[in-house]
């Protein structure tokens, strides 16, 4: 059975397509030749703070904008097949992933795989039952210090060996109460090209 947010989803979708026009003309590569990774957090819109148009970058989204594995395979993909240049690893203020441990989702999960709810203070489950404990083997990327987590992230992509060290990678946090990117100077440092 369709939801209202199906139909509406669908209705939008049909409005966009009608006037596609020459963004079928779209080339594959991004035409500025850059890629973002950034948070999958709906304030988020990195084609408005970055300037963006479509055909522009590629945009990597997941929870946190972490530099997961699958983050840096696309990082990869985006420069080795489709001709990106520079990367912006973009974390933001007020992140749900600094709201919670490893742990606590873990525990969640194994109670009950519903919605969980928090109260200001921690997290906890309406319902009880019927959860798993693979969550508990997961790595959630989960963070504390949000500067300190955007310095590792490009770390960890700078010092990947399928990662060419010609490739500056940039660091900043989206404030999402101003809006503002703040570059976070020692991770840009940190993903300067190597000579």
């Known amino acids: 059975m369709a939801s209202g947010?199906?139909?509406e989803v669908v209705s939008a979708n049909g409005t966009y397509a009608a006037s596609f026009g020459d963004?079928?003309?779209l080339a594959l590569p991004p035409a500025r030749r850059f890629a973002i990774l950034t948070?999958?957090?709906?304030?988020l819109d990195p084609a408005k703070y970055a300037g963006l148009a479509e055909g522009d970058a590629h945009v990597i989204r997941n929870a946190g904008g972490?530099?997961?594995d699958d983050a840096i395979r696309s990082l990869v993909i985006s420069h080795k097949l489709l001709g990106t240049?520079?990367?912006f690893v973009v974390h933001h203020t007020d992140c749900g992933m600094q709201l919670f441990t490893g742990e606590i989702?873990?525990?969640?999960?194994?109670?009950?795989?519903e919605t969980a709810e928090h109260d200001g203070k921690k997290w906890f489950n309406p319902k009880h039952g019927g959860g798993s404990v693979a969550g508990q083997y997961v790595h959630w990327h989960t963070f504390e210090d949000n500067a300190k987590s955007?310095?590792?992230?490009?770390?960890r992509i700078r010092h990947h060996p399928l990662v060419p060290g010609h490739i500056p990678i940039y660091g900043f946090i989206y404030d999402v109460k101003t809006g503002r990117l703040d570059?976070?100077?020692?991770a840009t440092a940190a993903g300067k090209p190597k000579a």
């Open 5 to 7: 947010i199906y139909d």
């Open 23 to 25: 963004k079928a003309k």
């Open 39 to 43: 948070c999958m957090d709906a304030r």
């Open 66 to 68: 972490r530099a997961s």
């Open 85 to 87: 240049r520079e990367w």
């Open 105 to 113: 989702i873990g525990d969640l999960l194994a109670d009950n795989l």
């Open 150 to 155: 955007v310095t590792e992230d490009v770390l």
């Open 183 to 186: 570059e976070v100077a020692d």
